[in-house]
């Protein structure tokens, strides 16, 4: 008998036949087909007809189901338990955002039917060459916080350039409300109310933001403290506020500005005492220095303007009381006043630093304004002025340097007129003029960062944002252009002087 035993198994592995597949479609309009509604609304129909009386019955007992005891009844809350929510912190914080959110929605006034198809440019081909003078854009004016109240500063902030913060003085017309204000006004949407309120029991007499602290605003005021607001706070009271004691100031604080860099930055602070003062933003209970500023050991100098040069942290320029313009250091062998400047018979309302970053530097240029009737152009290294520009008729109470043109600067006065020069063009005339409605008289003005627009504060207590067009664009040639311009002054200015003593001596 044979017996059974194991065999080997060979496995052999054949590839299948590789079949190559193509796929290939074609779009072809769909005229002969319902639509997709219309193919829904069949297939309902087909449906029901199929399912008859029975269905329908169903699903209204499904939904008499539902609406009776799937859902739970909810418990109406006492008036007790909605005072407590309302009062909450979660909710206040809620709905302070929210409010906000919903004031801008509103007030959008966006054209949603806009055609960027450019059916529409062919109607509007003569607008297209506007914006070469200055025109209006808003008007920021609070009822309540507004009325009565004097626009003290402005400022715009240097991380949000659409924020605008603007200081007012105390409302006689209103004893119990707050003597200083603070509003920040929001460019970006249409809103008619203010984006944050600050308020203090002195009248604010300066304000900023806080460079490198984007949540921080400063304000100097009419008692000489300092105070800090905090807009990550609920309070519209200062966080922080410094002393009333002789360490510090003890007169209206007309100039703050925070200096330095990201790491290393300093509030830099100077009042009509004849004192500056250098603070931690983290510490206002006390400057960490303070400095007298007198010249020749004079009598203290009552500063009305302080501007910093463009990357300068030490040398300063302030315009006082008295007319004169002085430059100062902060440390240095030279520290405290350096040199005087005279040329206004008035106070010195204010004093602006070319900013204007270009070819040439023309950081030693800086300009005043006084109650003298005159803005007048000055450079460090000459102790009178290069030129006096005696166009306006009433107090000329601000002025400053175009933060992009190198040689345009706007100049507000007492009768309402807000002057754009430009230097390139005109040294007798403003190259721009608007008088605003009423007008009230303007005490403050400033540049937005970018150089388009415009903001000046009357003493009604309205700002004013008008839009400068291709007024303040600036072009590559315009550094040299002023540089000539600089010096046709400078040769003209040392021919009158050559003048003045030919015609005494005749």
Known sequence: MQRLGASKITQVDFLPKEVVSY???????????????????????????????????????????????????????????????????EFQSFFDCS?????????????????????????????????????????????????????????????????????????????????????????????????????????????????????LVVGGTYSGQIVLWDNRSHRRT????????????????????????????????????????????????????????????????????????????????????????????????????????????GPVTGISCHSAVGTVDFSHLFITSSFDWTVKLWSTKHNKPLYSFEDNADYVYDVMWSPVHPAIFAAVDGMGRLDLWNLNNDTEVPAASVTIEGASALNRVRWSSGGKEVAVGDSEGRVWIYDTGELSVAHTDDWGRFARTLMEIRANRADGEEEGPMELAS
């Not at 309902?44 to 007992?61: I, N």
């Not at 200081?167 to 017309?173: A, G, K, Q, R, T």
């Not at 004849?274 to 020749?296: H, I, K, V």
């Not at 100098?301 to 300063?316: I, K, L, Q």
């Open 23 to 89: 796929c290939k479609e074609t779009q072809t309009p769909l005229t002969a087909h319902l639509s997709e509604v219309e193919e829904e609304e069949e297939d309902e129909e087909m449906m029901e007809a199929k399912l008859g009386p029975e269905s329908e019955q169903q699903d209204d007992d499904d939904n008499r189901e539902i609406k009776e005891g799937s859902f739970p009844m909810l418990r109406e809350l006492t008036e007790e338990e909605r005072q407590q929510i309302l009062h909450s912190s």
């Open 99 to 215: 409010i906000r959110v919903m004031e801008r929605a509103l007030a959008e006034d966006s054209n949603i039917f806009f055609d960027y198809s450019g059916r529409d440019l062919e109607d509007k081909e003569g607008d297209l060459g506007s914006g070469s003078s200055l025109s209006f854009s808003r008007l920021f004016y609070d009822e309540h916080w507004s009325k009565h109240r004097v626009i003290t500063c402005l400022d715009w902030s240097p991380q949000y350039p659409e924020l605008l913060v603007a200081s007012y003085n105390n409302n006689e017309d209103a004893p119990h409300e707050p003597d200083g204000v603070a509003l920040v006004w929001n460019m970006k949407f249409k809103k008619a109310t203010p984006e944050y309120i600050f308020h203090c029991q002195s009248p604010v007499v300066s304000v900023g933001f806080a460079r490198f602290h984007p949540n």
């Open 238 to 345: 200062p966080v922080q506020r410094t002393p009333l004691s002789a360490a510090a100031h003890t007169h209206p604080v007309y100039c703050v500005n925070v200096v330095g860099t990201q790491n290393a930055n300093n509030l830099i602070t100077v009042s009509t005492d004849g004192r500056m003062c250098s603070w931690s933003l983290d510490m206002l209970s006390q400057p960490q220095e303070t400095m007298e500023l007198a010249y020749n050991k004079s009598k203290p100098v009552a500063v009305t303007g302080m501007a910093f040069p463009t990357g300068d942290v030490n040398n300063y320029v302030v315009g006082s009381e008295e007319g004169t313009v002085y430059t100062a250091s902060r440390h240095g062998s030279k520290a405290g006043i350096c040199e005087m400047f005279e040329g206004h018979q």
